[in-house]
Nanobody
Framework: VQLQASGGGLVQAGGSLRLSCAAS????????TAWFRQAPGKEREFVAA????????YYGDSTKGRFTISRDFTKNTVNLQMNSLKPEDTAVYYC??????????????????WGQGTQVTVSS
């Protein structure tokens, strides 16, 4: 599956952004789709994931309660609603798809297809 991430931009601290990950080639059905982020000089960090079938969600500790991942059946997209953004949320955000088991859903090695990334910048 080919992935296309969009929706990044510049926002002030406390603001919101909505990222979208669109799939082409085949639908998300059967996959778990995740968002990861990578800030300059830091390792890639797990943000959130959702199983297309069933809708089970998983969140990273730093984004739980502020970010919400969801799926849109009609548009075949996975979305990440980001609220109460902080300067430390600044990063390139990547969407990825794979078929991890529950215990590996937060590991980037569980995902085989990756989008190109979208920049999110939060100003203080």
């Amino acid at each position: 599956v080919q992935l296309q991430a969009s929706g990044g931009g510049l926002v002030q601290a406390g603001g919101s952004l909505r990222l979208s990950c669109a799939a082409s080639g085949r639908p998300f059905s059967g996959y778990t789709t995740a968002w990861f982020r990578q800030a300059p000089g830091k390792e890639r960090e797990f943000v959130a994931a959702i199983r297309w079938s069933g809708g089970n969600t998983y969140y990273g500790d730093s984004t739980k309660g502020r970010f919400t991942i969801s799926r849109d059946f009609t548009k075949n997209t996975v979305n990440l609603q980001m609220n109460s953004l902080k300067p430390e949320d600044t990063a390139v955000y990547y969407c990825a798809a794979g078929t991890p088991i529950l215990s590996t859903a937060r590991l980037e090695t569980s995902y085989v297809s990756w989008g190109q990334g979208t920049q999110v910048t939060v100003s203080s």
